[in-house]
């Protein structure tokens, strides 16, 4: 079992930044591949960003690269999502999502919501233009 707790989301104008964090507690965080998606009303979830249990394999939304960087710090069992240069269109409830790993690779992400075990309640950015 494992539980997600996000926390840092906000109001912000427009071109402003964030930092999303999730904090993990459940077995060895380090197990874990970490992603982010966001949802807003009547869409479906959407990818964000995934980071592999090493942490050196990273990947991201068409919508999000170049803007958005993910990381994690295994030690302190949190992953963070900084937001940055944001756009209105970012508005979103954004959620953390765990998925166990068992393998040696330890550069596997995944993209796909069904791969993950585990999801955080969500926090809502508000992007004003």
């Known amino acids: 079992q494992a539980q997600l707790v996000e926390s840092g989301g906000g109001l912000v104008q427009a071109g402003g930044s964030l930092r999303l964090s999730c904090e993990y507690s459940?077995?060895?965080?380090?197990?874990?591949?970490m992603g982010w998606f966001r949802q807003t009303p009547g869409k479906e979830r959407e990818f964000v960003a995934a980071i592999s249990r090493s942490g050196g394999n990273t990947d991201y939304g068409d919508s999000v690269k170049g803007r958005f960087i993910i990381f994690r710090d295994n030690a302190k069992n949190t992953v963070y999502l900084q937001v940055n240069s944001l756009k209105p269109e970012d508005t979103a409830v954004y959620f953390c999502?765990?998925?166990?790993?068992?393998?040696?690779?330890?550069?596997?992400?995944?993209?796909?919501?069904?791969?993950?075990?585990?999801w955080g309640q969500g926090t809502q950015v508000t992007v004003s233009s």
């Open positions: 459940g077995r060895t965080f380090s197990s874990y591949v």
């Open positions: 999502a765990a998925g166990l790993e068992f393998s040696r690779n330890w550069e596997l992400l995944s993209k796909r919501r069904g791969e993950y075990d585990y």
